[in-house]
């Protein structure tokens, strides 16, 4: 290996004693690891890496070598993963502006949540209660439609629409109270962690 250094070398002082001194001279080392010095890339050299010598002999650009399917795609996994994160940090940034901006303290913070609270709750209350009143005027209407049928009396048309359109308005009820029973659940969990990056901040982290 160091006498193919050498005589490359010897090579480059050639070429760059030569007549065509202001072509480019190329440095390039070929797949078995031999140093080559030339005015022109070969085919063969187009992927590999090599350095640009000016005619002083000043590397003046280097070139890596190509890369293969398996580490492009790599590369771009990195980059779009890269991408992501600084997407990421960068909407957190954001955030962190709009929170440390918007409450001056942590009691200010507490406040304006607890606003949201008392909201849902009082939604909450008035859907138990719209439940409880419901449950009930269905169930003096099945009790109404039980004793007549108790008494061999038919069950008017009228009577037995009114008893499913009531269990229709519990069903919905109950489906909205869990909603929002969820939405509470949903907000503790926010003003926690939100809590909790306020705290971060302001700890100066």
Do not use: C
């Amino acid at each position: 290996m160091r006498a193919t250094v050498v005589i490359t070398a010897a090579l480059v002082l050639s070429l760059l004693s030569a007549p065509a001194l202001a072509q480019k001279l190329y440095r390039w080392v070929d797949a078995e690891g031999k140093v080559h010095y030339t005015d022109t890339l070969p085919p063969e050299a187009v992927d590999q890496a090599r350095e640009e010598i000016s005619r002083s002999g000043t590397t003046v650009n280097r070139v890596d070598r190509a890369l293969t399917a398996e580490e492009r795609a790599a590369k771009a996994a990195e980059e779009a993963e890269a991408e992501r994160l600084a997407a990421i940090k960068a909407e957190q940034d954001k955030m962190d502006a709009v929170l440390m901006g918007s409450y001056a303290t942590e009691e200010d913070l507490e406040r304006a949540y607890r606003e949201r609270f008392d909201l849902l709750d009082q939604s909450l209350e008035a859907a138990r209660v719209g439940i409880r009143s419901q449950e009930k005027s269905l169930e003096d209407q099945l009790d109404h439609a039980a004793s007549l049928e108790r008494a061999g009396r038919p069950v008017p048309a009228t009577v037995q629409s009114t008893i499913e359109a009531s269990r229709k308005q519990v069903e919905d009820q109950r489906e909205y109270l869990s909603k929002r029973e969820t939405e509470r659940q949903n907000l503790q969990t926010e003003y926690d962690t939100v809590l909790q990056r306020y705290r971060i901040l302001k700890e100066g982290g």
